[in-house]
């Protein structure tokens, strides 16, 4: 067992909360502080987690590991531990967090109640200590806590924060992950009749291409656990709750939702579907991957018809999300390690867009397309800075989506030709949501805005807010190695449980080479 870094990095954050929490009515502005305090501990914690992880082939796949028995009748334990795709999504997740606390520092006005700031900004923390959690479990049933825990804080933070609607979003976001993860559940106790058992019945490492039982008892399993996955993702047509829930909740909150939460169902989908249920995995494929291309194009029609600004945001990652699946179920190396970087370029893509356009409702008041336009003229920099971001939302070259969406598009191909085919309609279809989107909203002439006064450009928080996600635009477009090796290894791996590999070239008339 090595230094417990992972839990450390649960810890601090929750106490970070507790903190918060507790601080006097008289003190509720250092609120913001503490949670961006803690939330850059956190970051550092991560940054040296990452540091300390070995990319070398011969490593172990799960490393700072970190396992005591919990509920040894059961075969559950306390096991944490990350191959590099967990760590990736951990790191994503860990830069986004004081992002997102830095967006949100005025949500709630100057005159906000002081025990509303406190909650606020503690459940985000709180947050923060689930997602970390979720990703880095290395037991069954412990993934299961935490996937069920972080239903709590987002539903607080939707149901208590959100825009008009927001009881009826935060419900219908409840009720469709509940059934996700009590159909999940069933499958969690399935894999206790059917695993290894004993005292380490529940590991992954115990569980990955081992699970006995019928060819029938596996493929239940497998739905199990993709139902859920696929709600959680989300892909079509079990998408419905998004929408909704992205377009209540504040900006930030979308941005941890949508970014990072959801990315949950993709790492599940890798982690479980293909490793732990290989053949099952095999057998569903062609339906998964028919179901994916549908969700790359309707979301993306259903983001080109929409009206509401942050709608049109989470219709657009309904679409990739559907590139991610494909990638996964495409069973190719290129197309495992470009969903896997995939989850992470959109997670920084995401944000961009619900936050910049988080800045731009905070400015007017209304999240309807059709009351801007021109607003480049008043606001050069934040429609500058939202364009960089929707350009790599549609995968530009030279900015990070556009590796991700050609190694997924590519890889796919050399399995299923038909549904890279389809799926690169999804790249037009992007770039006519994001360029309408910029194109009625920034362009156009000057706006009037009578008796109110103009509205200011950017500022130097919000500034701070949109530099790092602009960077990582540009460092993983020009430079995802550092990404690549860490995910490639795992994404090697998974495939050699599945027993596939990559097939073999063809020349120009079709033959093998």
């Not at 306390?78 to 949100?104: E, F, H, K, N, R």
Request: aromatic share 12%; glycine share 10%.
């Amino acid at each position: 067992m090595s230094f417990p870094i992972l839990t450390l990095m649960m810890v601090v954050p929750l106490v970070g909360a507790a903190v918060v929490w507790l601080l006097p009515a008289a003190s509720s502005r250092l609120a913001r502080p503490v949670a961006l305090a803690t939330s850059l501990v956190t970051l550092v914690l991560a940054l040296l987690a990452w540091a300390r992880f070995d990319t070398g082939g011969s490593a172990e796949r799960y490393q700072l590991t970190e396992t005591h028995s919990w509920i040894p009748q059961f075969g559950v334990s306390y096991a944490l531990g990350v191959d590099g795709i967990a760590l990736s999504l951990i790191v994503m997740a860990a830069i986004l967090t004081p992002v997102c606390l830095l967006a949100a520092w005025n949500d709630l006005g100057d005159d906000a109640d002081p025990k509303r700031e406190k909650t606020y900004f503690a459940l985000m923390l709180v947050l923060l200590t689930f997602m970390v959690g979720v990703f880095a479990a290395r037991d069954v049933f412990l993934f299961y806590v935490f996937f069920e825990a972080m239903l709590i804080p987002v539903y607080f933070l939707i149901g208590m924060f959100g825009g008009p609607r927001r009881q009826y979003a935060a419900v219908k976001f409840i009720l469709f992950s509940l059934v996700g993860g009590l159909i999940m559940l069933v499958a969690v106790i399935a894999l206790y009749f059917y695993g290894p058992g004993g005292e380490q019945g529940f590991l992954y490492e115990s569980l990955e291409g081992a699970v006995g039982g019928s060819t029938a008892a596996q493929r239940w399993m497998f739905l199990g656990f993709f139902i859920a996955f696929a709600i959680k993702a989300p892909m079509w047509p079990v998408h419905t709750w998004l929408p909704d829930a992205a377009s209540e909740a504040r900006p930030a909150t979308a941005v941890l939702l949508v970014g990072v939460l959801d990315k949950v169902g993709t790492f599940g989908m890798l982690r479980f579907c293909l490793g732990f249920f290989p053949e099952a995995s095999k057998w569903a494929t062609p339906v998964v991957i028919t179901l994916a291309v549908i969700s790359v194009i309707y979301g993306a029609l259903l983001a080109i018809g929409s009206r509401d600004m942050m709608r049109l945001i989470a219709f657009t990652s309904i679409s990739h999300f559907g590139f991610i699946v494909m990638g996964i179920f495409a069973m190719t190396t290129t197309a495992g390690a470009g969903s896997a970087l995939y989850m992470v370029n959109h997670g920084f893509a995401t944000a961009g867009l619900f936050l910049l356009a988080g800045f731009l409702v905070a400015r007017h008041g209304s999240q309807r397309i059709a009351d801007y336009g021109g607003w480049q003229r008043v606001t050069p920099v934040l429609a500058g800075t939202f364009l960089v971001a929707g350009l790599s939302s549609l995968a530009l070259p030279g900015l990070s989506s556009y590796v991700s969406e050609f190694l997924v598009l590519t890889g796919t191909f050399q399995r299923y030709p038909w549904a890279a085919a389809i799926g690169t309609i999804g790249i037009v279809l992007a770039a006519l949501y994001i360029l309408l989107m910029y194109q009625r909203v920034f362009t156009g002439p000057r706006p009037e805005f009578a008796a109110v006064a103009e509205p200011r450009d950017l500022g130097l928080r919000e500034k701070l807010v949109v530099a790092p996600i602009i960077a990582s635009f540009l460092l993983l477009g020009f430079f995802p190695k550092p990404v690549l090796d860490l995910v490639n290894p795992a994404v090697g791996k998974t495939l050699e449980l599945v027993g596939v590999s990559d097939p073999a070239p063809t020349n120009a008339s079709g033959s093998a080479q």
